[in-house]
């Protein structure tokens, strides 16, 4: 089912997009509804259902449109500038390990208290929108514009020289780690020992 909403807040992101002529590659799925479980999925249908009429054709030369996206892929190819995120742990994890910089726009949940985190107290992300108020609100049918859209991704494509150096020190931090005598791989090390420890006492 494809609500109304659904179809105002994705023709706002046509627009934003349409409007700042940056190359984009967009994920485009319909949010998923109260009575629905597991993921949500992709239209199903023509987009141009859901697409400003002709955005496809205008946009042929700098974006795609797709459904499921292999998000690593895509954050690790050298192109990929910025990334617009709800800011899922894993999205945000997914975005250090590459040094991506982020657009933060979350939806619920624990999503407004990391991109706050992002953008207010790191400074590591630039902000589409954060309301920490809307769960409380529950109003989840207001649509942000293409105004404020356009601004997020502007801000997150021209201003980020600072959250770009930043990210790209996260990036080598979380990277060495992982390295041979890295903080990551001593403590699993440490923990494999001490499981092991403990079953030979059992």
Known sequence: MITQTDCLQVREIA???EKCKYRFL????????????????????DLREV??????????????VIGWAPQNEILGHPSTGGFVSHCGWNS???????????AAWPIYAEQQLNAFQL?????L???VRIDYRRDLRMDSGVAVSSKEIGQGIRALMEES??????????R??????RMERGSSHVALGEFLKDVSANMKKA
């Open 26 to 45: 967009w994920s485009l799925r319909r949010s998923k509804h109260e009575d629905e479980l597991g993921p949500t999925s992709d239209y199903g249908v």
């Open 51 to 64: 697409l400003p009429d002709g955005f496809l054709e205008r946009t042929a030369g700098i974006g795609r």
């Open 161 to 170: 020289g600072e959250k770009r150096r930043k990210m790209g020190k996260l």
């Open 92 to 102: 945000i994890l997914e975005g250090i390990w590459f040094g991506v910089p982020m």
């Open 119 to 123: 953008v207010k107290e790191m400074g």
């Open 125 to 127: 992300a630039t902000e």
């Open 172 to 177: 080598d931090i979380s990277r060495n780690v």
């Open 15 to 17: 627009i934003a997009l």
